[in-house]
């Protein structure tokens, strides 16, 4: 039998904890393409599944959420009920909505509340955003997100953008989809500040991080230098030389 020496198992014990618990995300999601571009007039339709947790979530945006969730779950039920109430009345009662939900406009960086009565004043794409969720208690969804475009129509503002994670960024790096960008900061959201950077909840991701598909359905905080689009940058090499 081998020995290793203590002193040596530790810190290699401590440097893998601490590699792990940077990059945990904070939901359990998933995604399923459900449309391909060449059937679909060049563009992706997606479903995802998610659990949130009670507080803020940030997750991709889905066609005219949160009223096309899944037929039965409670929160629909909940959410169905609150909008039956008289606008007027419902208007004095907004606290007791069963979430929140609020979109980034990316030329003003200001948020605007989407759900419930939509406080937005000029037409903003929607499409392959992230939009923050609250949720009174920790809850699991299923919606559609028909019409995603594919990378290289994904534009991106000057400053920051809330960008969902769509499938097909799974297993890709930021590196291998910035496209045109400068991409300066890349963050994920999480609910647990003790694991976050500098106690806030906001986790830094590397370019060469690999984003794994089980945060698929979820949103991501990106910065870049300019306007720009998104796109593959996988490496293309040479073919290979001939034999000598």
Known sequence: MIKMNKQIIIPIALILLVGLSVFVYAYTTSGEIISYPENNNNLWDFQYTMDLEKGWNLIAYGEDFPFHLDAGSDLKKEIDDFMSIPGF??????????????????????????????????????VNYAVWVYVKKGTRI??????????????????????????????????????????????FYNYEPEETERGTNWKNIPL??????????????????????????EEITTPPALPS
């Open 208 to 233: 060469d991080f690999i984003l794994p598909d089980e945060i698929i359905g979820g949103g991501m905080a990106i910065k870049v230098s300019g306007n720009c689009a998104l796109g593959s940058q």
């Open 142 to 187: 299923s919606y559609f997100a028909p019409n995603a475009p594919k990378l290289n129509d994904i534009k991106l503002l000057t400053g920051w953008n809330l960008i969902a994670i769509n499938p097909i960024m799974g297993e890709k790096t930021l590196n291998n989809i910035k496209g045109s960008c400068d991409i300066s900061k890349a963050y």
């Open 89 to 126: 009345e419902r208007k004095n009662r907004l606290n007791e909505a069963p979430l929140f939900t609020y979109i980034l406009n990316p030329k003003t960086k200001d948020y605007i509340r989407i759900f419930p009565d939509s406080e937005i004043q000029e037409q903003i794409t929607r």
